[in-house]
């Protein structure tokens, strides 16, 4: 059964105070891994596709990279409106289409 | 600007009622996915639909909730009976790969 484990559950950060956050995954093979973001009453909002080891992504402050066991998105100089709840997924090739997602890290950028 | 359109946006029912919720996916996005997502169990995938056909709906409770697809610009999720448990905010999402592109949710309560 595929898993999705993420870390911290909540972080707190200072504006400008860099971090990462951990997504460790047990998958049958990997598809594809996804970082999505979601802000409160909204649905979440595609960020990143990584799909092998050594892969990078980068979106403004965001960049996401991925070894064969976990994934982290580092988020640099972080301003308030980075806060959100950030999720992960993975697909395995025999469930194309079907993600399993971990519970999300809550992040808080004060001012 | 393309997005998934889900309605209602909230809704209140009695327990025993019909609930039915629509979603108009992106055009042109031949996967569909309806979530569930609770505070107790995160994001769970309820079933999924690839050029209007369903490929998994194993995360339905067969007895009381259908998902169908009319027409490639409707997918419906029903539950009947609905029950108090049943409350969740439930999403569409489709995709023209294993991305997700997530509408606003239907917040649903069910007294």
């Known amino acids: 059964e595929d898993q999705v484990t993420q870390s911290p559950e909540a972080l707190r950060l200072q504006e400008g105070e860099s971090s990462s956050l951990n997504c460790s995954y047990t998958?049958?093979?990997?598809?594809?891994l996804f970082w999505y973001r979601q802000d409160p009453g909204k649905g979440p909002e595609f960020l990143f596709t990584l799909y092998s080891a050594g892969e990078e992504k980068e979106k403004e402050r965001l960049k996401a990279t991925l070894t064969k066991k976990e994934s982290f998105l580092h988020i640099t100089a972080p301003k308030p409106e980075d806060s959100a709840t950030y999720l992960c997924a993975v697909q395995a090739p025999t469930n194309a289409g079907k993600s399993t997602f971990g519970d999300g890290t809550t992040l808080t950028v004060k001012p | 600007d393309a997005r998934v359109t889900q309605t209602p946006r909230h809704k209140v029912t009695e327990m025993g009622q019909e609930v039915t919720m629509r979603c108009q996916p992106i055009?042109?996005?031949?996967?569909v996915f309806w979530y569930r997502q609770t505070m107790m169990q995160g994001l769970e995938l309820l079933a999924y639909f690839r050029n209007r056909a369903p490929l998994d709906d194993s995360g339905m409770p067969k007895d009381r909730f259908s998902a169908e697809m009319p027409d490639a610009t409707l997918a419906t999720l029903k539950i009947q009976p609905s029950e108090p448990r049943d409350s969740a905010v439930y999403f569409c999402?489709?995709?023209?790969?294993?991305?997700?592109?997530f509408g606003q949710g239907t917040r649903l309560t069910v007294v």
């Open positions: 999402a489709s995709g023209p790969g294993p991305e997700a592109f």
């Open positions: 055009l042109g996005h031949n996967t």
């Open positions: 998958v049958s093979g990997l598809r594809g």
